[in-house]
């Protein structure tokens, strides 16, 4: 089966890009199996995600599986992409729709010919209970027993819960770092792990590791993180090392909007074989 195929990436995450309305006849219900064989990179095309693309009118319909084959939410650079290439087929008759997956709704907007801004949502406290405003830096800040240090974050929850370690520089071992944190007995669960550094009211730079958390809810995390500490206006560019994405935290709804790119790397044609056994299931990289 030969499926035709969209390699697209965003601040460094790539997808593939399939529309269902190109897709082989009976090939619908492998799709996990597709999915597993072509976002795996040591055989496959290579990717973090198979977004396949199908027919809507008044919304743009989008299924995500990941690298297990799994149904999954995409995450803002997969949705920037997904975006991307909709409104350049022609599959959109605006610049301003909404994607759909699974259950969630997500309002996009087309900035440019290679930048999109997607709605993040509304940021919320620890417990995903208190919609977070703005207030003081005392009702957000907790802190975590590492190797006998006290390390004080804010946690932010989105889709996914996030927390904000503010720190000088990037001199430490970040991986192991995070590791260790992720792993202390006081540190509830986290998505997303972020670093950031303040370079001024209108910078930060980030760097995110994480056990499920999407880097660009880590980068919105950091904005609203750093404007209730006092550190940020409302609006400010977020450097990680994929690349920048412009954060805006609105008022007075309070929404929470990225804007960044979406590239195209290559099309190409994948041959799936139809009668084709799953070898063993390969870790996802990290």
């Known amino acids: 089966m030969e499926i035709e195929f969209l390699k697209m990436q965003g601040c460094g995450e790539d997808v593939i890009v399939?529309?269902?309305?190109?897709?082989?006849?009976?090939?619908?219900?492998?799709?996990?199996?597709?999915?597993?064989a072509m976002l795996r990179r040591s055989t496959g095309v290579?990717?973090?995600?198979?977004l396949v693309l199908e027919a809507g009118e008044k919304e743009l319909p989008v299924r995500c599986l990941d690298p297990d084959g799994d149904e999954a939410a995409a995450g803002c650079n997969g949705l920037r992409c997904a975006a991307r290439y909709a409104s350049d087929s022609g599959r959109v008759p605006s610049s301003s729709f909404s994607i759909r997956t699974g259950e969630r709704q997500t309002a996009v907007q087309i900035i440019d010919s290679a930048n999109v801004r997607v709605d993040m949502g509304q940021p919320f406290d620890k417990n995903a209970r208190r919609q977070i405003l703005e207030s003081t830096p005392d009702a957000f800040t907790r802190a975590v027993e590492v190797n006998g240090r006290e390390l004080t974050?804010?946690?932010?929850?989105?889709?996914?819960?996030?927390?904000?370690?503010?720190?000088?520089?990037?001199?430490?071992?970040?991986?192991?770092?995070?590791?260790?944190?992720?792993?202390?007995?006081?540190?509830?669960?986290?998505?997303g792990i972020g670093f950031a550094q303040v370079v001024s009211r209108e910078e930060i730079r980030l760097r995110s590791w994480g056990q499920g958390g999407d880097p660009c809810g880590c980068a919105a995390a950091a904005l609203v993180a750093a404007v209730v500490n006092g550190f940020t206006d409302r609006e400010a560019f977020v450097r990680m090392e994929g690349g920048d994405l412009y954060a805006q935290w609105?008022?007075?709804?309070?929404?929470?909007?990225?804007?960044?790119?979406?590239?195209?790397?290559?099309?190409?044609t994948y041959d799936h074989p139809a009668d084709a056994a799953e070898g063993p299931r390969g870790g996802r990289e990290q």
């Open 153 to 191: 974050y804010t946690p932010i929850s989105l889709a996914e819960p996030y927390a904000v370690f503010f720190v000088p520089d990037f001199s430490f071992p970040l991986r192991r770092t995070a590791r260790a944190i992720a792993e202390a007995p006081d540190f509830p669960a986290a998505g």
């Open 18 to 36: 399939v529309e269902s309305s190109r897709l082989p006849s009976g090939v619908v219900p492998l799709l996990p199996e597709v999915a597993r």
């Open 46 to 50: 290579g990717g973090s995600a198979l």
């Open 250 to 268: 609105d008022e007075p709804e309070g929404r929470l909007w990225l804007t960044g790119p979406a590239a195209y790397v290559f099309t190409g």
